[in-house]
Every structure is written in structure tokens, then in C-alpha cells.
């Protein structure tokens, strides 16, 4: 298996552009989390997914941003408008067992 | 208060040194606790799971104590290798991160 993948690995934007990140996770991994890490904030829970439903979006910032899970196979974290505070490294990661398994995450640069 | 509370250090330890980090965290109904590395522009990786009687891999000691809620993690004989952020995570089904404490073990 090739492990959790996110897409794109870098994303350069400017400030109102949309933005979408992608992750990809590891097959029959039921729960999907996304997360954000910046230095200030440390590694923050956005909100998590079991079973392709969301289950806890409180760490989501504010209405800006949406995720979706439309499938067992994909999710997606969304940004719109984007701003500058949002730069950062976004994570996706899913859980078999008890381990939870990181993708290489997707740094964000909102110019 | 964060739910989940580290020391973010630097700790600057020589090789052969042993070091101790603490991890506080606030919800007493948390049920897993984890200890994961994080090296400079990686992601994070599961290091070790930790057990209420406590548990031991190689060099590395994680211990869990529910009444003053903390996790600690001792690594014994630190190697240049170790150097990284160790993160401590809380949660159930949740995962709540620990901001991370960094380690940098100089020769």
C-alpha cells in the first residue's frame, strides 16, 4: 500500500483565491482525520471522519473552510475564501488499530 | 486551556544523556494515549503506544498516570538519531496533539 497520499505536496496562492487539498487514504482505514500545524499552534484537529461521515468539526477555524468525504477513497479540505493566516502544513492522516498514519502533508503558502 | 499540554523545551542534551517529557492533558475520559516523532519538514510517526501499567521499548519508557492525568516518555542513552519533536497525543476516538517538545542531542 502506498500509504496516505495528499495532494498537491506544496499549493502557492493568493489571498481569496479557493483552495482544495486532496487526501487519498490507506484502504479499509475507517476514520480520516485532517489536521493543521503551524509553528504558533503546534498540530491542531480540524475535524474527522468514521465511516465517510463527519463526526467532530469543532476544530474547523471558521466558515471558510469545508471538508468532505464523499467516498471510502477520497476527501477533500476546502478554503474559500483563502487568507493569508491560513498558511500552513495541512495533514492528513487515518487510523487502523491504534495507530494513526500521516500523509507528507500539503504546505500552504497564502501570499 | 489546551487540551493537551507540553513543554515545548528546546531540550539540548549530549549523547548518552537521558531525558524525561511530560504531557498533561485536561480530558479525564480520554481513553488512548501515544507518543509520536516528528522530524524537521516530515510528517508524524507513531513512536510508541502507552499502557496505564506502563511499558518499555528498547531505550524509550512511557508511563501514564490517570489521577494527575500526564503521560511521560524517558529515552535512556540518547543517540544523535533521537534528535526530533516528540509529540504526545490524547484522545478516543478524537486525537488531540500535544504541541511538541523538541530534542536536540549534540555529540
Known amino acids: 500500500d502506498a500509504g496516505v497520499i495528499q495532494s498537491p505536496r506544496h499549493e502557492v496562492t493568493e489571498m481569496g483565491q479557493e483552495v482544495t487539498l486532496r487526501c487519498k487514504p490507506i484502504s479499509g482505514h475507517d476514520y480520516l482525520f485532517w489536521y493543521r500545524q503551524t509553528m504558533m499552534r503546534g498540530l491542531e484537529l480540524l475535524i474527522y471522519?468514521?465511516?465517510?461521515?463527519?463526526?467532530?468539526d469543532s476544530g474547523m477555524p471558521e466558515d471558510r473552510f469545508s471538508a468532505k468525504m464523499p467516498n471510502a477513497s477520497f476527501s477533500t479540505l476546502k478554503i474559500q475564501p483563502s487568507e493569508p493566516r491560513d498558511s500552513a502544513v495541512y495533514f492528513c492522516?487515518?487510523?487502523?488499530?491504534?495507530?494513526?498514519?500521516f500523509g507528507p502533508g500539503t504546505r500552504l503558502t497564502v501570499l | 486551556r489546551k487540551e493537551v499540554e507540553q513543554d515545548p523545551g528546546p531540550f539540548n542534551v549530549p549523547e548518552g544523556a537521558t531525558v524525561a517529557f511530560n504531557c498533561t492533558y485536561s480530558?479525564?475520559?480520554?481513553?488512548?494515549f501515544f507518543w509520536y516523532r516528528q522530524d524537521c519538514r516530515k510528517e508524524p510517526k507513531l513512536l510508541m503506544s502507552?499502557?496505564?501499567s506502563g511499558n518499555e521499548d528498547g531505550r524509550f519508557t512511557a508511563q501514564l498516570n490517570r489521577a494527575s492525568q500526564y503521560i511521560s516518555l524517558l529515552i535512556r542513552d540518547s543517540k544523535l538519531s533521537d534528535s526530533a519533536t516528540y509529540l504526545c497525543?490524547?484522545?478516543?476516538?478524537?486525537?488531540?496533539f500535544g504541541a511538541g517538545t523538541r530534542l536536540t542531542v549534540k555529540p
Open positions: 480530558n479525564s475520559a480520554s481513553q488512548s
Open positions: 497525543v490524547v484522545g478516543n476516538n478524537d486525537m488531540r
Open positions: 492522516a487515518t487510523v487502523t488499530g491504534n495507530e494513526q498514519f
Open positions: 502507552v499502557y496505564s
Open positions: 471522519f468514521n465511516n465517510n461521515v463527519p463526526i467532530d
